[in-house]
């Protein structure tokens, strides 16, 4: 009982020290999982601790909730699914001619066509080609579920942190009705506004930063899932068609997985057939 402090005459530990001492160490258990996740966890080593104002003036922010929930759920992912990132390009030349072209139709039902929607049906169309994409792995780790329903998250970013709202059976859903839900959704999002419901039930995660730029990154699957498409900037880009080099706007997708579920020859398989939908939009409809 050292470590219990003693407030009684004569070094007595009173019934009051013992409260306090119980108070405090379940108060150390409740904020051990958080501090896990930030410094180590898992029998990793804990990251040293530094005292950063040796070397210069700092400011400590605190994170909001949102984003430690989100920092707590990536590193529980990270720790336990292998994760392999698979690179590739999309030519959607034409795919970004149909959706100008379309402009005027979605204006008139009153959304805005984006990437998005065209992204969400495609992909959809491969989580029916391909089942084991549209899976997560048994509790027991010696069986695939494979879900019979198509629902897929889409990553907001928001001034309070990165959020995930998922669209109920997209393969059932026009265009129009997958940019209108989208949108609204990405609203409910930024206005704080989002349910349970709303972000629960999702198959498979599209991130998509190509609004702000970049070639390409690794997103982390967003667990139970088995992968995760991310989507960066479309570029002007030179391809050789057999006898020139012809401009081609070109969409780096990158595609991270649970090597668990999926192997390389699978997700190489996604990539290949999402660039193919994607160069003509119009083979879903086979």
């Known amino acids: 009982m050292n470590a219990v ?7 007595r530990i009173l019934k009051e020290d013992v409260q306090v001492y119980v108070k ?3 108060q150390k258990a409740k904020e051990a999982p958080a501090a896990a996740g930030a410094t180590g966890g898992a029998g990793i080593p804990p990251i040293p601790v530094v005292d950063f104002s040796r070397f210069g003036e700092t400011e400590e922010v605190p994170m909001t909730r949102l984003m430690q929930i989100g920092a707590s759920s990536l590193h529980r992912s990270w720790l336990n699914i292998p994760h392999v990132t698979q690179f590739d390009s999309a030519d959607i030349t034409d795919l970004e001619a149909f959706r100008i072209a379309q402009k005027a139709v979605a204006e008139k039902a009153g959304v805005k066509l984006t990437i ?3 992204l969400l049906k495609s992909c959809a169309h491969l989580l029916k080609e391909l089942p084991d994409f549209n899976s997560s792995l048994a509790p027991s780790g010696k ?4 879900k019979k329903y198509v629902n897929i998250g889409f990553a907001v970013d928001t001034p309070e942190g990165l959020l995930v709202p998922v669209i109920k059976n997209v393969d059932q859903k026009s265009l129009l009705q997958l940019a209108a839900e989208a949108a609204a959704l990405a609203a409910k999002a930024r206005d704080k506004k989002l349910t349970a419901d709303d972000m629960q039930g999702a198959c498979f995660t599209i ?3 190509g609004h702000i730029g970049g070639t390409g990154f690794t997103p982390i699957v967003n667990a139970p899932e088995v992968a995760i498409l991310g989507v960066s900037k479309a570029t002007i880009q030179p391809v050789w068609d057999g006898k020139a080099f012809q401009p081609k706007l070109m969409l780096p997708l990158s595609l991270s997985y649970d090597h668990r579920v999926i192997n390389g020859a699978a997700a190489a398989r996604f990539t290949k057939r999402l660039s193919d939908l994607l160069a003509d939009i119009r083979t879903i409809l086979l």
């Open 5 to 11: 402090g003693a407030s009684g005459p004569h070094g």
């Open 207 to 209: 991130s998509s930063l």
């Open 143 to 146: 069986a695939i579920i494979r």
């Open 116 to 118: 998005l929607p065209l």
């Open 24 to 26: 405090a160490m379940m």
